[in-house]
């Protein structure tokens, strides 16, 4: 068992390393430095949710601790996006997101899920130990059918990409916000079982949540998310992020009565932008009452557009040069493959499928 150590200004308080029924794998494959990995989909602009929920880990974890993995999954994209031309502008607009937002390609590798074709084969392998049953209990799939809505089969099978995506680079630690924790334990499920029946060929991971940014709260108090319409984007244009902020729902309770701060989410997404000292502040005007939203809300958007400022400002110079963005996937793919290509050879010796090589003559 190792400990993740928080090295920058989030605050190791902020970590919650333990999620319930995770452990770490001590299985040969690991060699000393943790491997982290995750994933965001294509679907469209960065939302606050995203940032502080899974991107701010990226960065934070790419410093050392390890070697980080992260890529633009546009396959599980698929399963939504289905219009070729809105597809490559949003993942040519994830990469250039996600490089301005501090991801470094010399610290951490970025490479897009489809340039490393042997993910498929993966996951087929995964899907022909995966029971029904479990995939029937993963919410994306579960919500659509409740809904009445037609799902395909890219959907129900969503959760088995995923592992593939997991155990393909030996993943120790994968940095998500809560929404994926259940896919991730879908994951451990899934190499345990193929591990029990093949030796132990996969390195089981584990989630990683930070406690403060869990489920970052959207404009109406419910989980941020595109698809319920009350998301802000990270790079949004500063007028319309403006109109959102002063439209964050909030209650009609007169001014004077004081109010708990605790799940508040105008509180909430406060503290995520501002300081320690400011969230303290801020906490005591609730408490003690005779203060208005609207001020707060003001504040708010000052604070958001100094937060991002920087990064817009790198965003605009990566803009302007696309073959440096093109050159970053490009690397990262290769890098991607070589771990990919090591990875799949073992599972396909493990199963049966090739052949186990004893000597180097036989490996070339
Ligand atoms: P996706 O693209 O929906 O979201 C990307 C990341 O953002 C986090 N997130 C949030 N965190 C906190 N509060 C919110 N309101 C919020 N909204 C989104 C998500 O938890 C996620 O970490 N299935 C994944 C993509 C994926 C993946 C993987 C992730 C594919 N393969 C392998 C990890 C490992 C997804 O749809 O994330």
Redesign the pocket.
Known sequence: MFEVVCNDAMGAKKYQPDVPGACVSTQAHYNGRMRI???????GR??????????RQYIALQNGQGTAFY?I?NL??LTTVRNKEQMSQNIQDAALDLLALGLDPNQATLFV?SDVPEISELCWILMTSTPMGLLERCHAYKDKKAKGLPADAGLFA?PV??AA??LMYD?DI???????VQ??EV?RDIAGSFNHTFGEVFVIPRAQV?AD??????LNGG???KSYGN?VDVFGDLKVQKKKIMGIQTDSRPMEEPKNPEGDHLFELYSLFASPEQTETLGETYRRGNFGYGSIKKELVGLVENFFAEARERRRQLEATPEIVRQVLADGAARARRKAAEVLRRVQEACGLRKQLQTDKEIQ
């Open positions: 990995l995750s994933g965001i989909q294509p679907t960065f939302h606050w949710g995203n940032y502080f929920g899974a991107i890529f999954a599980h994209a899920q969503y990409l995923m995506d997991i993943s994968v940095p998500v916000g809560e929404d994926q896919h991730i994951c930070l940014s869990a489920r970052v709260p959207g989980k941020m998310s998301a």
